[in-house]
């Protein structure tokens, strides 16, 4: 069964750093383009970030550019999220999905099925 798990969430005070990873199980990353998205209380699922399958092609959402970097270890099957100078209103559950691809770039379309997701809660 091709399943995305999330972890590295938690409790961090504003300012705070997280990294969270997206860790696939039952398929190889290698060739998928991968999003994390995240949807607060009351509010839509919205994307954050993509990256495409080599690597060299990523895009952040405007309320998180300059603080939040995406990257992949395709040997560890594993795609992260490096979360620095965290707000308040980054507070979410966090989510990745595999996402479609305009080659050679990302898109935060998804296109695989939901985890469960990882609760990050930034708060003094």
């Known amino acids: 069964q091709l399943q995305l798990v999330e972890s590295g969430g938690g409790l961090v005070q504003p300012g705070g750093s997280l990294r969270l990873s997206c860790a696939a199980s039952?398929?190889?990353?290698?060739?998928?383009?991968i999003g994390w998205f995240r949807q607060a209380p009351g509010k839509e699922r919205e994307g954050v970030s993509c990256i495409s399958s080599s690597g060299r092609s990523t895009k952040y959402a405007d309320s998180v550019k300059g603080r939040f970097t995406i990257s992949r270890d395709n040997a560890k099957n594993t795609v992260y999220l490096e979360m620095n100078s965290l707000k308040p209103e980054d507070t979410a559950i966090y989510y990745c999905?595999?996402?479609?691809?305009?080659?050679?770039?990302?898109?935060?379309?998804?296109?695989?099925?939901w985890g469960q997701g990882t609760q990050v809660t930034v708060s003094s």
């Open positions: 999905a595999t996402v479609r691809p305009v080659h050679p770039m990302c898109t935060m379309i998804p296109i695989g099925s």
């Open positions: 039952g398929f190889t990353l290698d060739y998928y383009a």
